[in-house]
Nanobody, 127 residues
Framework: QVQLVESGGGLVQAGGSLRLSCAVSGRTVSSYGMGWFRQAPGKEREFVAAISRGGRNTLYTDSVNGRFTISKDNAKSTVYLQMNSLNPEDTAVYYC????????????????????WGQGTQVTVSS
């Protein structure tokens, strides 16, 4: 059974950085396209970033483009989200998700495309 476990969240001041990790167990992360979503209080879960199964294609939502970087380490079966220049609007619970199989170069943006989800990690950015 596939399990996704996020870590690395916390409290940071505006302008700071955090790196989120998502450890994938059950099958190697190279089997999946991966993504990060976030959900702020009172808001719907929104797409943040995705990386293709092959690891060479990435996609970001406009609000984080240039500040966040998604990457994957197949040897460690882990996906990362490096978050720089954080601002209070980035405060949310961040979720890691996996697409089972999928095209080698495809990056999934829709919530409904993902098959597995982690439990989430809280990121709080103070002003």
């Amino acid at each position: 059974q596939v399990q996704l476990v996020e870590s690395g969240g916390g409290l940071v001041q505006a302008g700071g950085s955090l790196r989120l990790s998502c450890a994938v167990s059950g099958r190697t992360v190279s089997s999946y396209g991966m993504g990060w979503f976030r959900q702020a209080p009172g808001k719907e879960r929104e797409f943040v970033a995705a990386i293709s199964r092959g690891g060479r294609n990435t996609l970001y939502t406009d609000s984080v483009n240039g500040r966040f970087t998604i990457s994957k380490d197949n040897a460690k079966s882990t996906v990362y989200l490096q978050m720089n220049s954080l601002n209070p609007e980035d405060t949310a619970v961040y979720y890691c998700a996996a697409v089972d199989g999928g095209a080698y170069y495809y990056t999934a943006r829709k919530h409904s495309e993902y098959d597995y989800w982690g439990q989430g990690t809280q990121v709080t950015v103070s002003s």
